[in-house]
């Protein structure tokens, strides 16, 4: 920066008094004119010899005009047909001096270490005049130009130099020169101060022209008409120019509003020499607009950042080692596009300040650079030898691979030391502490010397060595030796003189010498520069520098010569004599020599023994016998000596190594100790990758940072937390925390090596692949396995989580895919698929790519040319690209190697390919969109895309690449280098703040690109009034006036945002006031007292103020002609920016209801907000279940009044709604949902009614006030694109309207008080709230919100006034209704920040003025409604708060932890109207109870006395808090129904299910009345014993039950004793099915194997097993009686078993006789290879029981029909046509019915043997059960966890 008095700008020849020539000189014809065009003295200089005319500036050559300005302002013009020459001397940071010389004479550019030589182009008037871009005299008409030097940056670019200020000038021969001025601003000429203010210029360092260096315009013309503007270097495309000269106009100031049409300001582009000798640029994308004047310029060279935090960041441009990697990241031989940049090398970066936005930004990515290494995770690399302490033992210096790091403690900042290409083999500190050394590994052998303080660059040299093992600086700084190996594999030592660096000299070499021994350690002599002392196997050796020459002598070690030595240190103290100073050897025996430097000998010798207690408690040293300890390091200081050791100890000895005092064991074995220079910490490495120091005084040890062993293969990062997980190549998985950069867990496992890891994106769950093939899930949070599956055999290549959680992904080495769900933190295996993923498309986190809403998923397979999409939830494959077909031109085939998803509204694909191409592909179609090539020189390793779609990242070679999306800049890149191996994989952070690169190391660095800008307030909009248009409902947002508009809007302009507060404006006015949060406890003896201090948030007012005007939406397909639309209704939309700011904008958007006669709406119109594809952290928000089952085609319904089947009871709740259960206390209206149903019960008679309407699973309910209209919503309808709510009439059950608006569920649904209004809200990937009007049902407002939410309620107190509750925050809405036209006022209040990050998840009003919200961390906050802010909260659950009801002063809480607690609120009124002087402040818990599932839905009285409570698990309780009861009203399965039957008698009937229970249900009142569990297992089948024949029922008889279960074993179940009587073990794998014999005596079960058994359950012994259907899972069992000789086999049974291979077998039995013998063997036939089909549906089969020796068949086949087969003729006899495959089958006993369930959710009635059939609704999935009572009076239907028991009257 330029010295203050400097500032703004310095006019030199004013300054100097030029025409006084005292201060300046002057040689040859040079005068002073007065110019009448230039308006002032100008300055001639003539004559041909340079030498000899010329002004010289200051007079004499030893002064200096030390000018600091960064810019230096030539105002100039060329004499014509001559040649000029000009001579800036300046003065870098190291003192030396550079003279940048341009001419017109110079044919080239040249260069040397203190000379630059640029060719000046000289432009004319007119273009035809002279020859462009080359050098040579200047043209007859040139004119007066304006030259810009940027001093530093072509000290920076040419020279990796750093500039300090300009030294002197000599303009020479041939000019006419008007001022010279030196300046920190970039001038603008042509530019008015008036345009430069409109155009904000200021802030980008950009300035008008001041007066004194303005050339003067006429009026009417231009200044670019009429002068050049030449700025060297520029900041353009290209930064390296051979020339300076003019080229093609660019606005510098990068402001449009400042560019005149034809000619606007200029600014500089030239061609580079390599990018002269590529061929015509090939455009893939669609280029910018070029205009005529505009050469094609290519781009040859990438641009390469280092831009670091601190001084450390210099990468010197110079350093052939770097020169080399920069033009090797792109590839000159090949055409590039124009997306290709130049050189861009930060070299040097001060200060921990980033470049500021350039001008002409447009040309690039903007900031630049745009990322800023911040962090790095890592140690070591070369060697774990080296760390070092600073002199001040505040810091600990290290490398890390080719980084050297600076790691303060105190604050744990990070240095980086920037500039090494290969990894970092030795350190060395001088004796200051101020000069640091490194030497670089690789056969290069470079080292450097860096001023530690700043972090720049001394000196790069050549070290001549290849294997570095020591590295020794001079106590001075003087000297510093290095051994290692030469080229031939020879030990060598060179010692160098670095007298000079620090004076800006270079690095000498003093002396090199070859040695035969061997060297392990060596160190220069604190007390002489020319001695140095060596040790290695079998010698120590004192080195001597004397006359250029290095010799060496040995020390007569007798007994000890062969030891290998492996460190050094010198005696510390206060000897007067230096040379009297002892030498301590260390050695692997364990030895410690005491070496007599002076005389050449061992003074002594101690051999350290491991730990041998003492009576002191200290360890001994001797010289005993026994194996030492092998000491790798040692340290001395004054007090102490420290050695780290094989064994992994860090021990601490007195000095005459008598006893350790202090010891310290680490992990692996120790690498190297240091004694910080104050003595009271020793820094110690590993050779696993450790570091850290050991504090003597407080005996405490401090872990600085660990590492892995190896590359860095994967990562990934957890969605909330800042815990990232990394696999490696040393076979370890570990956790990290990235803000203190600690490892947090460490995986691995025995004789396996982990592949791949995924965090889940919201649990705290870890998926690890092995090479095994093994998928392992670990539970972080508790640090134990979950699960495993081993769903592959070999390695595992790709492992994933969708980004909404609920699915996971793995791939192998083999090709296979396999897809899983999540429930509960349980995964299950969905779909394997084979041979679908590219065995040979490697291997990495990033191989298996899921979109951002988690409905695709892509990856490269079958073969490495083909790219996949599938659809993510069911692998059904969408898309298939052959990659290697797009180039027609390629002369090889291109494979893919990674893919990529686009934004999600734009539907791309990203595949990068191995001919560095990548290819953005249409994700539907496959079509290519887009090219961009080259991408790195070698193939792209990795692909990530921001979340707002604007920025990529790739990674390949040891670079990251930063691009710009879509492409828009000449420079769409910006590269960044850093790693010394191979990047494997970058992403951004889910905040998109930082970017993680893995390869040699963890790289965070600090994304500094700006945030996405949403919406642009700024730009003018119509002005819209207010919509008041007759019948018209409008609606106007409002907001607090004391809120701060968003945005700069012009004066004048109608319209003006709408903006929520922000949380910034609502902290708590004391910090005293935040309230404690401790959980009360029930009450016992006396109500336990919880204090609840007050909140009072700053900021909160009540809504007082109206907008008079709504800003008109710009949206795509919105209407601006808002007064013709006369039926379309008013929309809010709230969309939120970063900031968490939502805008309100209304839009116009046609929407209505339609009643059951209408058809359906049409879709809604207009351009949706921003949807949220991750489903919220809460319990609260309804997610519809899994179904794979759809609509049915046709539907045959019966004639009224001929139905056949009634339905008589539904058993269950479905517990996975929410507030789907309603009960009016007055009216006693009960009812519930079940599946699609919705169950009406009589809580007296237990009687119910079925309301059937909803076609998907209901996902809410609510009841009006008057307890008069029930509002039901569902899914989609019969393919309708919206939701489905019903209205009911609770009088007569009439469905009297059905509303269409949302788009995938419905949240949740409140009538207003006076029940004029229902709202509803649409769940987390619809977030629209509709408001209806309960008159006609007609829509009134539909709003979307930028954020979902999960409850609604409207206020008791005001009818208009309504709340509802989402993340983070509380939106309160108030309508107004005038005539017509309702208001809408909205006011957005964010939870205390005392909270931290909440999702609020429920609420209710409470007494007047109150509102009580819940959250998902269990408190409670309670609002005041009139100021919109939040005074009160306490931790009322341990769990998420999903359930609130408030009655007078108590108020009941339900959560996800099973319990309901009841709480006494009185004193919050008293809180709220008096604040902290309230005499009570607390709330009591007054009753607890515990349920069997998390709270869904509760309903009670108006004392909050009793009630009704809905669970999770399928459970209605009743509720009486007088009485503590709790009692179960309705029952059902939470999960999946396997089997269900009658009892014999009929007055029961029994249900298993997949949650291991059998349960009795009573028939008439359909009431739980036993039920059997089994813990861990899956009930799969059933069956009820029958009665026997001719046996009349006995009371008291018992009753038995058999259930088969997964783990192959049988049970008999007494259910008159409620108790098991028998368990059998008949089969190894999963039982399907089980039936008893006819008579009882035997139980037949059939297995997943599709072996069948058959046992005694009176001995439990298995009598036979029939392997006939093995192989393939038994589907049915079922056992009929026959005449003895019927069929021609003896016995008086006949069964049959059914496979699921289409097969069935039928047997004839005696049991009595012990015989059972196979009667037939039917096989059907199907079709190759099923199409459409997900999986087979089942073969079932049973006996005909109206017509004998006749079974009826359905199940996969040619045709979809049943089979009626006779035993009797061996041949079918009918077929009955139907209309899918059926999925169960059940014959009537009393009459020709058939009974037939389909996946398509139909329950089919066929008569037989013909007539007509009937079809009948009320499943919500594939009805896959359904069984006829032996009576024929009723049937049994199952579809997932419902059960409906239907009557049949006329049977």
């Known amino acids: 920066m330029a010295a203050a008095w400097q500032r703004p700008y310095l006019n030199i020849f004013k300054h100097f008094r030029v025409e006084e020539w005292k201060r300046s000189a002057k040689e040859g014809d040079v005068a002073a004119l007065t110019d009448t065009r230039m308006k002032g003295t100008i300055y001639r200089i003539r004559g041909s010899n340079p030498a000899s005319s010329y002004l010289q500036l200051p007079r004499a050559g030893t002064q200096s005009l030390g000018l600091t300005g960064r810019y230096l302002y030539l105002l100039f013009r060329p004499l014509p047909r001559k040649h000029f020459l000009v001579h800036l001397d300046v003065t870098t940071e190291e003192n030396q001096v550079v003279r940048i010389s341009f001419s017109n004479l110079f044919k080239e550019f040249k260069s040397s270490a203190t000379w630059l030589q640029f060719p000046f182009v000289c432009g004319a008037a007119s273009e035809g005049t002279a020859r462009r871009g080359v050098p040579g005299a200047a043209p ?126 200029t600014q500089l582009v030239t061609r580079s020499r390599a990018a002269c000798d590529l061929p015509p640029v090939q455009q893939k994308s669609c280029p910018k607009a070029v205009p005529r004047r505009c050469p094609v310029v290519t781009k040859s060279i990438p641009e390469v950042h280092l831009a670091v935090p601190g001084p450390g960041g210099a990468v010197p441009a110079a350093d052939p080692v770097l020169e080399e990697k920069l033009h090797s990241a792109g590839d000159t031989r090949q055409p590039l596009p124009l997306s290709a940049g130049g050189i861009h090398v930060y070299a040097h970066q001060r200060r921990g300040q980033t470049a500021r936005a350039v001008p002409g930004s447009q040309e690039g990515l903007v900031p630049d650079p745009i990322l800023k290494l911040r962090t790095i995770i890592g140690f070591g690399g070369c060697s774990t030898k080296w760390a070092l302490w600073t002199r001040d033992s505040m810091a600990v210096v290290y490398p890390c691979h080719a980084v050297i790091v600076a790691l303060l403690l105190q604050t744990g900042e990070q240095r980086f030391f920037l500039g090494h290409t290969d990894k970092v083999a030795a350190l060395a500190f001088s004796g200051s502490g101020s000069v640091l050394a490194s030497a670089q590994a690789g056969p290069r052998g470079l080292g450097r010397l860096w001023d530690f303080p700043t972090g720049t660059c001394l000196s790069l040299f050549k070290t001549h060595l290849h294997g570095l093992v020591s590295l020794s600086f001079s106590h001075s700084g003087a000297v510093l030796c290095g051994v290692g190996k030469d080229v031939h594999s020879k030990t060598m030592v060179v010692v160098w003189n670095t007298a000079q660096v620090t004076r800006g000299g270079g690095v000498t070499v003093l002396a090199k010498a070859h040695t035969d021994v061997d060297i392990q350690a060596m160190k220069i ?153 104050d003595g009271h910490k020793v820094l110690s490495t590993t050779a696993a990758g450790s570091l850290g120091y050991l504090d003597v005084q407080a005996r405490d040890y401090s872990m600085l940072m660990r590492s892995h062993g190896g590359s860095v293969l994967g990562f990934s990062l957890q969605g909330k937390g800042g815990h990232m997980a990394t696999v490696a190549q040393d076979s370890t998985i570990r956790v990290w925390d990235l803000a203190s950069r600690q490892q947090l867990y460490d995986f691995s496992a025995a004789e396996e090596t982990p592949c791949t890891v995924a965090f889940h994106p919201f649990w705290k769950m870890l998926a690890c692949g092995f090479d095994s093939g093994v998928v392992r899930i670990f539970n972080l949070a508790a640090s134990d396995l979950l699960l495993e599956h081993k769903q592959h055999r070999t390695a595992v290549t790709g492992l994933t989580f969708s980004p909404d959680g ?125 090219e961009v090539s080259p991408v790195h020189k070698l193939s792209c390793s990795s692909l990530a895309l921001s979340k707002d779609g604007q920025y990529l990242l790739t990674a390949g070679d040891k670079v990251i690449k930063v691009w710009d999306y879509r492409m828009r800049f000449t420079i769409n890149f910006q590269v960044f280098i850093g790693h010394s191996e191979p990047v494997h994989q970058v992403a951004f952070t889910p905040d998109q703040e930082h970017v993680i690169s893995i390869g040699d190391a963890i790289f965070l660095w600090d994304f500094l690109a700006p945030p996405p800008v949403k919406s642009s307030p700024g730009r003018a909009r119509s002005p819209v009034s207010t919509l008041v248009l007759g019948s018209v409902v409008s609606m106007e947002a409002e907001v607090s006036p004391s809120r701060r508009m968003r945005g700069a809007w012009a004066e004048g302009s109608d319209t003006k945002p709408f903006s929520f507060p922000d949380r910034s404006s609502e902290k708590p006015k004391d910090g005293s006031e935040t309230p404690r949060q401790t959980v009360p406890l029930p009450l016992l003896s ?113 004639p009224a009044g001929s139905e056949v089947l009634k339905l008589k009871a539904v058993i269950g709740y479905n517990g996975n709604g929410r507030g789907n259960m309603v009960w009016n206390p007055d009216t006693g209206f009960f009812a519930y949902s079940c599946g699609c149903v919705i169950v009406v019960e009589d809580l007296h008679s237990g009687s119910q009614s079925h309301w059937l309407g909803h076609a998907e699973e209901i996902s809410t309910l609510t009841l009006s006030h008057h307890a008069q209209v029930l509002a039901s919503a569902s899914g989609q309808k019969d393919g309708d694109s919206h939701c489905q709510i019903c209205i009911w009439s609770t009088q007569d059950g009439a469905c009297t309207a059905e509303l269409f608006h949302h788009e995938t569920q419905v949240q949740a649904m409140a009538f207003s008080w006076d029940d004029r209004f229902l709202v509803t809200i649409g769940d987390y990937s619809d977030q629209t709230m509709a408001l209806w009007s309960t008159h006609t049902y007609e829509l009134v407002l539909s709003t979307c919100i930028s954020e979902p939410l999960h409850d609604v309620a409207f206020s008791p107190f005001s009818h208009q006034d309504l709340a509802c509750v989402g993340r983070g925050a509380v939106t309160f809405w108030v309508l107004e209704q005038q005539e017509a036209a309702v208001r809408l006022k909205v006011h957005r209040a964010p939870a205390p920040d005392v909270l931290g990050l909440v999702e609020l998840t429920s609420l209710c009003y409470g007494a007047e003025a109150l509102l009580y919200t819940g959250t998902n961390s269990g408190q409670i906050c309670v609002w005041d409604t009139e100021t919109n802010s939040c005074f009160m909260t306490w931790e009322a659950d341990e769990g998420e708060i999903g359930v609130l009801l408030c009655r007078h002063q108590r108020l009941l809480s339900g959560s996800n932890t099973k319990r309901i607690r009841l709480w006494s609120v009185g004193s919050v009124q008293e809180l709220r109207l008096r604040g902290p002087n309230a005499r009570s402040g607390s709330v009591l818990l007054e009753h607890e109870i515990t349920l069997d599932g998390t709270i869904v839905s509760t309903a009670f009285d108006d004392s909050l006395e009793m009630g009704i409570v809905g669970t999770t698990a399928g459970t209605l309780w009743y509720i009486n808090w007088l009485e503590s009861t709790s009692i179960r009203l309705i029952s059902g399965h939470k999960s999946k129904v396997t089997e269900v039957c009658f009892s014999p008698d009929e007055s029961h009937c029994a249900t298993c299910g997949e949650d291991g229970s059998v349960r009795i249900w009573a028939l008439g009142s359909t009431e739980l009345v036993v039920q059997f569990q089994v813990l861990n297992q899956s009930c799969q089948c059933l069956a009820w014993k029958p009665r026997p024949v001719g046996v009349w029922p006995r ?192 014959l009537s006993p009393a009459a020709p019915f058939m009974a037939l369930g389909f996946s398509d959710r139909l329950l089919r009635l066929q008569p037989c043997p013909a007539g007509t059939p009937q079809d009948y609704a009320g499943h919500d999935d594939t009805v896959h059960l359904c069984r006829f009572a032996p009576s024929g009076r009723c049937l049994l239907t199952a579809s997932h966890s419902a059960v409906l028991v239907w009557e049949l009257p006329g049977a």
């Not at 004194?212 to 390296?240: N, T």
């Not at 005491?594 to 041998?612: F, H, I, M, T």
């Not at 494959?877 to 998803?901: G, M, N, P, Q, Y």
């Not at 008086?1692 to 063997?1721: H, I, N, P, T």
Request: net charge negative.
């Open 525 to 677: 002599a604190f007390f002489d520069d020319t001695r140095m002392v060596s040790c290695g196997r079998d010698n120590i050796r004192l080195w001597r520098l004397r006359s250029g020459a290095l010799r060496s002598c040995p020390v007569p070690l007798g007994e000890y010569h062969a030891l290998e030595f492996t460190d050094l240190a010198f005696e510390e103290g206060p000897q007067q004599e230096p040379e009297d100073r002892a030498l301590f050897v260390c050695s692997r025996s364990g030895h410690v020599l005491e070496v007599d430097y002076k005389n050449v000998c061992v003074r002594s010798a101690r051999r350290l023994l491991p730990a041998q207690p003492q009576e002191d408690g200290q360890e001994q040293a001797g010289s005993s016998s026994g194996p030492g300890i092998a000491i790798n390091s040692i340290s001395m200081s004054s007090s102490f000596c420290a050695t780290g050791s094989e064994d992994g100890y860090v021990r601490l000895w007195l000095l005459d190594f008598s006893a350790a005092v202090l010891e310290a064991e680490h992990e692996a074995s120790v690498s190297c100790v240091c004694i910080s220079p």
């Open 140 to 265: 007859g008409d040139a004119r007066w130009t304006c030259l810009v030097l940027d001093l530093p940056s072509i000290l920076a670019l040419y020279l990796a130099r750093s500039y300090s200020h300009l030294r002197g000038v000599k303009l020479c021969c041939n000019l006419l020169v008007k001022n010279l001025c030196t300046s920190d601003l970039l001038f603008e000429p042509g530019v008015t101060l008036a345009r430069a203010r409109l155009g904000d210029l200021s802030c980008r360092g950009v300035a008008p022209m001041p007066r004194e260096l303005a050339f003067p315009v006429p009026k009417g013309q231009k200044w670019h008409d009429l002068y050049d503007y030449i700025r060297f270097p520029s900041e353009g495309p290209e930064l390296l120019h051979n020339s300076i000269q003019k080229s093609f106009p660019h606005p510098v100031a990068g402001d449009q509003v400042l560019q005149e049409p034809g000619h606007p300001p």
């Open 1595 to 1786: 009371p008291g008889e018992s009753q038995h039950v058999v259930a088969g279960y997964s783990d192959g074993t049988v049970r008999v179940f007494s259910v008159s004793r409620t108790e098991m009587e028998l368990k059998m073990h008949p089969h190894a794998a999963a039982l399907t099915a089980v039936t008893y014999s006819t008579d009882g005596e035997m139980i037949l079960s059939g297995g997943k194997d599709g072996i069948v058994a058959v046992s005694s359950p009176r001995t439990g012994m298995t009598i036979h097993v029939l392997a006939d259907h093995k192989g393939s899972p038994i589907t049915v069992l079922q056992c009929t009686r026959k005449q003895y000789h019927e069929l021609g086999v003896e016995g008086g049974e006949l069964w049959l078993a059914a496979s699921s291979d289409r097969r069935v077998s039928v047997w004839g039995s005696d049991w009595l006789q012990d015989k059972c013998e196979l009667l037939d063997w039917l096989s059907f036939p199907a079709p190759a290879g099923p199409e459409g089909l997900d999986s087979l549906p089942p073969s079932l089969a049973a006996f005909c029981p109206w017509e004998h020796g006749v079974l009826v068949y359905v199940g996969f086949g040619l045709q979809k029909e049943a089979l009626f087969y006779s035993l009797r003729k061996k041949q079918v006899l009918r077929k009955i046509s139907l209309p899918a495959f059926a999925t169960s089958l059940s």
């Open 806 to 930: 609920n699915l996971m992904f793995s791939s192998c080495l083999q090709g296979t895919l396999a897809l899983y769900r999540l429930l509960a933190q349980k995964i299950q295996v969905l779909r394997v698929l084979g041979n679908v993923v590219a065995r040979d498309g490697g291997s990495g986190v990033d191989t298996l790519v899921l979109s951002g809403d988690s409905r695709l998923l892509a990856f490269v397979g079958p073969s490495k040319y083909v790219v996949t999409v599938m659809e993510a939830c069911s692998l059904d494959e969408l898309l298939r690209v052959d990659i290697s077909i797009l180039d027609l031109h390629s002369t090889i085939l291109d494979s893919a190697v990674k893919v990529c998803f686009g934004p999600v509204p734009q539907g791309e694909l990203l595949v990068s390919t191995s001919s560095n191409k990548i290819l953005v592909l249409d994700a539907k179609t496959g079509r290519l969109v887009r």
């Open 1086 to 1198: 006396s109500p336990p007292c919880l204090d609840i201090s007050s909140v009072h948030p700053a900021g909160f007012q009540s809504i007082s103020s109206e907008s008079d005007r709504e800003e008109e939406a710009e949206l795509p397909g919105s209407s601006r002609k808002v007064a013709n639309e006369h039926r379309d209704a008013s929309v809010i939309v709230v969309e939120s920016d970063g900031n968490e700011e939502p805008v309100v904008r209304p839009r116009v958007r046609q929407e209505s209801s339609r009643s059951p006669e209408k058809a359906a709406n049409e879709p809604r119109k207009g351009t949706r907000a921003p949807k949220c594809c991750i489903r919220p952290d809460s319990y609260r928000h309804f997610t519809p279940r899994f179904k794979a089952s759809g609509l049915p085609q046709s539907f045959v319904s019966p």
